[in-house]
């Protein structure tokens, strides 16, 4: 979620535009200075130019609204040109400064971390061909999980259940979270938490001012849950964990504590393990009662979609309307927003068993994707829920 290597953000770019106003201005200026037409060819021109009517883009909606960006560690800790020691006497600084954890404790537990090549070697892998969705979406929508999820559910119904409730959230969607990452609490990582961060945090320049910041907010969640053993901590290779598999700084910022005995406990504790879900997805904008997507009939001779602000993006800023004259619109008996032109939509393409696969993704599913940025986790997770839900008799 959050999640284990990293919280996963976009990286996409846009090529820049600046060679090409050069490029443009160059041609304007080469036309500017070209001999004059013979008179009776400038009579004919007309005397005043014709201007271009401009396209108007499509006006989009608001951006859902976000919880502030987690804090990153200064350079002063992440430079790999910095000797480490120095380094980490800045994290112990910067950690002191920034979240009043005593420095004695902070230089204590570091040299109880120790470097763990495997895990560079585990980020630095060669990255693995991209599955497509009929090769992905087997994986976490199986007979198996979903079995698994629905007696998860039926074992938990009274705990998950009040937390729908308060929250919103469907009790079906905590239970796909958990269900796709730990396998219902089985496979929480074996990794400890403060040797994966350190490592990462001091020996892969790449995310160390991410990771670095997680390892400092590790002190500050131990200040705060004195309960959990800092030494003793156990979590996936890029330190998230517990059965909802929170990153420190989500544990930190966004826990709950679902029955009031005083403590946030997200390794095996299931009460705050569903409040916890369920409020990282209220406060990342999920809307009670709201769809999550709808299959799109896509119009023939329809171009794929492109997202405006970036290609990867999923933010539901496009109106029902503007997507319908792009030739695109749910199929019928798919589900609408409630106010299609406030509410809006973005679109995904996927290479489905069957063939292409075009969604409508509403904001319900990009609060989804806020815990794993690829849309295949996302419809993963939605189907996987809504197949839980179906085998779980009315209460």
């Not at 002063?76 to 910067?94: C, G, K, L, N, W």
């Not at 796909?176 to 001091?202: K, W």
């Not at 798919?334 to 292409?356: F, K, N």
């Amino acid at each position: 979620m959050i999640r284990r290597d990293a919280p996963p953000f976009s990286t996409g770019k846009h090529a820049p535009a600046a060679a090409l106003i050069g490029l443009g201005a160059a041609l304007l200026t080469a036309c500017a200075t070209q001999a004059s037409p013979p008179a009776s060819a400038a009579a004919a021109q007309p005397s005043t130019p014709i201007a271009a009517t401009p396209v108007a883009p499509p006006a989009l909606l608001p951006a859902v609204p976000q919880p502030p960006e987690r804090p990153v560690a200064p350079e002063s800790v992440t430079d790999p040109a910095i000797p480490q020691a120095q380094r980490e006497t800045a994290f112990v600084d910067y950690t002191v400064r920034t979240y009043g954890v005593a420095p004695d404790l902070v230089r204590a537990t570091l040299a109880q971390a120790q470097q763990q090549p495997r895990i560079i070697e585990i980020m630095n892998r060669p990255a693995e061909k991209v599955r497509p969705w009929r090769d992905y979406r087997p994986i976490f929508v199986n007979e198996e999980r979903i079995a698994g999820g629905r007696a998860f559910y039926l074992d938990n119904r009274a705990a998950l259940d009040k937390v729908a409730a308060e929250t919103g959230v469907p009790a079906e969607y905590i239970v796909a979270i958990i269900g796709v990452e730990t396998s219902y609490g089985r496979i929480t990582g074996n990794y400890r938490v403060l040797d994966a961060l350190y490592t990462l945090a001091f020996s892969y320049p790449r995310r160390a001012p991410f990771f670095a910041g997680e390892l400092a907010q590790l002190f500050a969640l131990a200040k705060a849950e004195p309960q959990l053993d800092l030494a003793a901590l156990n979590g996936s290779y890029a330190g998230a964990m517990g059965m909802g598999q929170f990153m420190p700084s989500s544990y930190r910022l966004w826990a709950r504590d679902g029955d009031g005995d005083g403590r946030r406990d997200l390794l095996d504790h299931k009460p705050d393990v569903f409040a916890s879900i369920a409020n990282y997805f209220v406060l990342h904008g999920w809307q009670r009662g709201a769809p999550v997507v709808a299959r799109a009939q896509r119009t023939a001779g329809a171009a794929d979609f492109v997202h405006a602000s970036d290609p990867k993006s999923l933010a539901p800023v496009y109106p029902l309307s503007v997507l319908a004259e792009r030739g695109y619109a749910p199929r019928a008996g798919e589900p609408l927003p409630t106010d299609p032109e406030r509410d809006g939509a973005s679109v995904i393409h996927l290479d489905g068993a069957g063939g292409r696969e075009d969604w409508l993704v509403y904001r319900n599913f990009f609060v989804i994707s806020r815990y794993n940025h690829s849309p295949m986790y996302s419809l993963a997770v939605h189907q996987l829920a809504q197949a839980i839900r179906a085998g779980v008799p009315a209460s």
